[in-house]
């Protein structure tokens, strides 16, 4: 099987200190990918390369394309990784608002991400954008409403709508569940385990919160001071950890 994701050497310095170094992966249709570590590990760092939100200094970033095959993203042109953005490419930010436009609807919202991909038939579009916030447990009625008026953890569901209305193979994701109440995470864990499992979307999910990665990735990837000091099944590494830095941080979450 052909990798989704290939990732070579990938590397990003911000002067003296390195963000990320040297990190190469694979990633598989289907499959997630957790990457923890604490604040300042690079973890977010990677993300945003992989993602094409900043330029790396080094490496490639390779993805299987549906026309041509393997490509490096990175040689893209801006419209080319533009479309790959609203196609095959998802991002869900930390901060909902991030990721959506306050201004307008719900509806609008979800139908707008539909229109830069050439639908233009409004009933069809409406009617779609509907049956999406009922994928993501948003009323009917609340359709016309403006995200600012919805919850912190309904902004993150119609964010989440947003981005996978257009069927898209690969979602990144950074700290998706981080600013909400542990209620509300609960309830958005679930829902993007049963979205990832049904639509069969590869991930990469950046998150500082292990249980969110045993819940939701196939594989956990350990980063610390820019570098990826383990790697394997997430289940293995959570409770089998071989790094001293793996074990510290599974030892301070027992710990709590």
């Known amino acids: 099987m052909t990798p989704l994701l290939q990732v070579r050497d990938l590397t990003k310095r911000y002067g003296a200190r390195l963000g990320c170094g040297d990190v190469s992966f694979d990633l598989y249709p289907g499959e997630v990918m957790g990457i923890v570590g604490e604040s300042g590990s690079g973890k977010s760092t990677l993300l945003n390369c992989l993602a094409g939100h900043q330029p790396p ?17 990175l040689t893209m042109s801006e419209p080319e990784r533009r479309m790959l953005g ?4 998802a ?22 991400r539909l229109m830069a991909v050439g639908a233009r038939h409004y009933g069809d579009i409406r009617e779609q954008a509907v049956d999406w916030l009922s994928r993501v447990e948003i009323a009917e009625d609340r359709v016309d409403d403006r995200p ?6 309904m902004q993150q569901r119609l ?4 981005n996978l209305v257009t069927g898209p193979r690969l979602v990144f994701m950074d700290e998706p569940t981080g ?20 639509m069969g979307l590869s991930a990469i999910i950046v998150t500082h919160d292990l249980a969110v990665v045993r819940l939701l990735a196939d594989r956990l990837m ?35």
Do not use: C
């Open 57 to 73: 200094d080094e490496g490639q970033v390779i993805f299987d394309t549906r026309a041509e095959g393997p490509v490096d993203t």
């Open 86 to 89: 609203r196609t095959d490419w």
């Open 91 to 112: 991002f869900v930010h930390q901060n909902a608002r991030d990721g959506l436009r306050m201004g307008v609807s719900a509806g609008a919202n979800v139908g707008e």
């Open 148 to 153: 600012r008026a919805f919850s912190g953890g």
């Open 159 to 162: 964010q989440i709508a947003r």
């Open 179 to 198: 600013g909400l109440d542990v209620s509300v995470q609960a309830r958005l864990l679930d829902l993007l385990r049963g979205l990832v499992r049904e």
């Open 222 to 256: 350990v980063m610390k001071s820019g570098a990826v000091v383990e790697t394997g099944l997430t289940d293995q590494v959570l409770d089998d950890p071989q790094h001293g830095y793996t074990q510290l941080l599974v030892s301070s979450v027992l710990q709590v």
